[in-house]
C-alpha cells in the first residue's frame, strides 16, 4: 500500500490523533469530575455536572484504548518499555480510573449524604490523578527515560517511581489537571445552566490565565534549562527497526530545532498560548460554545507542541542517547504497518461518526428541569 518510510510517518500522524481524541474528550469529562467537590455546592448541582457527562464518558475512554493499543502493535519497543518502566505510575492511573464507573453507577443509589459525598471523593481522585500522571509521563519523556537497550535489543528500565516526581515533571502534571480542568469547566458553560454554570464560569475566567502561565514557564523551562536530543548520524527512514544503528547525543536548546527546520510547526505552541486566552474572552461574553472550542484546541496546540518538539524521538534514553526511541527505528515491520492502515482507514471514520451522532443526539442543556424530568433514571 506504502512504502516504509511513509508507513512510519503516518503512524506518527495516527497515534497523534488518536491521544489528540483521548485528551480532547476524556479531558473535559475529567475536568467536571475534578470540579466535583468544587462546583457542586448541593447534591443537585453534583447530579447536574455527572449527567451532563453521563451519555460520553465511556465513550470517550475508546480512544485512550485505541491509542494503547495503536502503540503497542506500531511501537511495540515503546510499549514494552513505557508499560515496564512505569508500571507503577500506569497502575495508579488504572486504580484511579476505577473510581469513575463505579462512582457514576452508585453513587445515586443510595440517598444517604455520607455515600454520595465519599463516591464524589472517589469520582474527583478518579479525574485527577490519571491527567496528573500523564502530564509526569510526557514531562519524563521530555528529560528523557533511563533506559538502555543491550545487543539483543531488550530493553532495561534503571529508574524508579520516585524519580518521575522531578520538579518539571510534576509542572507538567500539575499543567495537564489545570488543563482538564479548565477544559471541564467550559463543557458545564455549555451543557449546564444556572447556577452550576455560572460557576464554571468563573472558574474558566481564573484558570484560563493560570494555564497559558504555566504553558510559557515550561516553553522557557525547556529551552534554557532541559537538553533535548538529536540525531548525529545518518539514518536510513525506510531501513529495519534498530535503534542502535543510529548515533544520538544531548544537546542544549535541541527540543528547539525543529521550529527553524520547519517553520510551521510554531503554529502549535502559539495554538497552546492563545487558545486558552480565546476561551478566557468568550467565558467573559457568555460565549460557551466558543469557549468550549477554544480549549479544545488549545489542547490540540498542546499535545502537537510536544509531538513537533520531539519528533523523530518518540522515546529518549537518557542512560544511552544512541538507545533512544525514534519514528524511524521502533517501529513493527511494514506488513503489520499495512495491515494496521488498512484497518485503520476503515474503523477511525466509524469511530467519528457514531461519535459525532452520539454528541448530536445529546445536545442540549442539563437542568433542575432535565433533573426533575428524570429524577429516577438519571445518575
Known amino acids: 500500500m506504502f512504502d516504509y518510510e511513509v508507513l512510519k510517518v503516518i503512524w506518527w500522524v495516527l497515534i497523534c490523533v488518536l491521544l489528540i481524541g483521548f485528551v480532547v474528550t476524556d479531558g473535559f469529562d475529567m475536568g467536571v469530575g475534578a470540579l466535583l467537590p468544587v462546583i457542586g455546592k448541593t447534591d ?169 502561565a504555566i504553558f510559557a514557564i515550561a516553553g522557557i523551562w525547556i529551552a534554557k534549562g532541559i537538553d533535548g536530543y538529536v540525531l548525529t548520524s545518518v539514518i536510513d527512514t525506510n531501513g529495519p527497526s534498530n535503534p542502535l544503528l543510529k548515533t544520538a547525543e544531548l544537546q542544549t536548546g535541541a527540543w528547539l530545532v525543529n521550529y527553524d527546520k520547519y517553520p510551521l510547526s510554531i503554529i502549535a505552541p502559539a495554538i497552546g498560548l492563545l487558545f486558552p486566552l480565546f476561551a478566557w474572552v468568550a467565558s467573559k461574553k457568555n460565549c460557551s460554545a466558543l469557549a468550549f472550542t477554544s480549549t479544545s484546541i488549545a489542547i490540540v496546540g498542546v499535545l502537537m507542541t510536544c509531538a513537533f518538539s520531539m519528533f523523530p524521538f518518540i522515546m529518549p534514553s537518557s542512560l544511552n542517547p544512541n538507545a533512544s ?31 459525532s451522532w452520539a454528541y448530536f443526539k445529546m445536545f442540549g442543556r442539563i437542568g433542575k428541569v432535565f433533573m426533575d424530568k428524570y429524577k429516577h433514571s438519571a445518575y
Do not use: C
Not at 503497542?72 to 476505577?98: C, E, H, I, K, R
Not at 496528573?132 to 532495561?156: K, Y
Open 325 to 355: 526511541f525514534t519514528v524511524w527505528d521502533a517501529v513493527s515491520s511494514e506488513m503489520t504497518l499495512n495491515i494496521m492502515t488498512f484497518t485503520a482507514v476503515i474503523f477511525i471514520p466509524l469511530i467519528l461518526l457514531y461519535t
Open 44 to 212: 443537585d448541582d453534583r447530579r447536574i455536572m455527572i449527567n451532563s457527562i453521563a451519555p460520553h464518558w465511556e465513550g470517550n475512554q475508546v480512544w485512550l484504548v485505541l491509542a494503547a493499543g495503536a502503540i503497542f502493535a506500531a511501537w511495540p519497543a515503546v510499549y514494552a518499555t513505557a508499560f515496564s518502566g512505569f508500571y507503577v505510575a500506569m497502575m495508579l492511573t488504572l486504580f484511579a480510573l476505577f473510581f469513575r464507573p463505579v462512582g457514576f453507577d452508585y453513587r445515586s443509589k443510595i440517598a444517604d449524604p455520607r455515600w454520595r459525598k465519599s463516591w464524589d471523593w472517589g469520582i474527583f481522585a478518579g479525574s485527577t490523578v490519571p491527567p496528573l500522571i500523564i502530564g509526569v509521563a510526557f514531562g519524563n519523556l521530555l528529560q528523557g527515560v533511563p533506559f538502555q537497550l543491550d545487543e539483543f535489543l531488550r530493553s532495561t528500565y534503571e529508574g524508579s517511581f520516585f524519580e518521575l516526581l522531578n520538579p518539571f515533571g510534576l509542572l507538567v502534571g500539575i499543567f495537564t489537571v489545570l488543563l482538564f480542568v479548565l477544559q471541564g469547566s467550559t463543557w458545564l458553560q455549555m451543557k449546564t445552566e444556572g447556577e452550576v454554570r455560572e460557576r464554571a464560569r468563573k472558574v474558566s475566567l481564573i484558570l484560563a490565565p493560570i494555564v497559558v
